[in-house]
C-alpha cells in the first residue's frame, strides 16, 4: 500500500521567510498529488493539486513542485505570515482499484512575527 | 453555497450510551468518507460510500456503523462497543472523478463522560 512521509517536528520560521514543507512518497506512481491546510478543531481544506506531468504550480504565495523521480512534492509559502500558521497534510488519491485516498500525517507550521 | 455540514459541533457520550453524528453535503457528490483524528495523529478511515446503499469498512470499523439511504447523507453511529470514542471526527465527500479533491466538514467533537 502507498504511504506519506511528512516531518512531524514543527516548522519555526519568522514572517516574511520562505516556508517549505515535504511530502515523501512510497510505492506507486500517483497521477496527481493534493496539499490542504488544517487549522486547530477545523476539517482540512483543500489548497491545491498537481499533476504527475506538472513541475510546479503557483497559486498566489503558494509554490508545489512535484518530483515523480524522487517521489516527493515541496510546498512552499513566499512572504509567510502569521496567519499561515496550521498544519498542512498532502495527499494521494486512490490507487490499485481502490477508493481510498492516502493523507499524510501532516506538518505544522509556525510563523512568528 | 455547497460544502459539508456536519453536527453537533460538540457531543458528550455516556458510557453504554449509541450517538449518531449527522453528515450532510449538497454537493452532489458520490463518495463519502468518515475519519477519526486523534490529537497529534493523522486521518484514520472508518467508513467510506462510493454510491446510496452502498457503504465498506475502513481501517478502524470496530464499534462504529454507517448508512446510506440518500445521497447527500452519511451519518455515522459510535456504538457502546467502541471502547474509546473520545476524538475529533470528520466526515468527507469527493466527486469520485479524476483529480476530484475532498471537501471536508468542520468536524464533531465527541467527549466521553
Known amino acids: 500500500s502507498q504511504k506519506i512521509e511528512q516531518n512531524s517536528e514543527a516548522l519555526n520560521i519568522q514572517e516574511g521567510k520562505t516556508a517549505t514543507l515535504t511530502c515523501n512518497y512510497t510505492n506507486y506512481s500517483p497521477a496527481y498529488l493534493q496539499w490542504y491546510r488544517q487549522d486547530p478543531g477545523r476539517g482540512p481544506v483543500f489548497l491545491l493539486l498537481i499533476r504527475e506531468n506538472e513541475k510546479e504550480k503557483r497559486k498566489e504565495r503558494l509554490k508545489v513542485t512535484f518530483d515523480t523521480t524522487l517521489k516527493q512534492s515541496l510546498f512552499h509559502i513566499t512572504a509567510s505570515q502569521p496567519a499561515d500558521s496550521a498544519t498542512y497534510l498532502c495527499?494521494?488519491?486512490?490507487?490499485?482499484?481502490?477508493?481510498?485516498?492516502?493523507f499524510g500525517r501532516g506538518t505544522s507550521l509556525i510563523v512568528h512575527p | 453555497d455547497g460544502g459539508i455540514t456536519q453536527s453537533p459541533k460538540y457531543l458528550f457520550r455516556k458510557e453504554g450510551q449509541n450517538v449518531t453524528l449527522s453528515c450532510e453535503q449538497n454537493?452532489?457528490?458520490?463518495?463519502m468518507y468518515w475519519y477519526r483524528q486523534d490529537p497529534g495523529q493523522g486521518l484514520r478511515l472508518i467508513y467510506y460510500?462510493?454510491?446510496?446503499?452502498?457503504?465498506q469498512k475502513g481501517d478502524i470499523a470496530e464499534g462504529y456503523s454507517v448508512s446510506r439511504e440518500k445521497k447527500e447523507s452519511f451519518p455515522l453511529t459510535v456504538t457502546s462497543a467502541q471502547k474509546n470514542p473520545t476524538a475529533f471526527y470528520l466526515c468527507a465527500s469527493t466527486p469520485g472523478h479524476l483529480f476530484g479533491g475532498y471537501t471536508f466538514g468542520s468536524g464533531t467533537r465527541l467527549t466521553v463522560v
Open positions: 460510500s462510493q454510491i446510496v446503499n452502498d457503504f
Open positions: 495527499a494521494l488519491p486512490p490507487s490499485g482499484g481502490s477508493y481510498i485516498p492516502t
Open positions: 454537493l452532489n457528490h458520490d463518495a
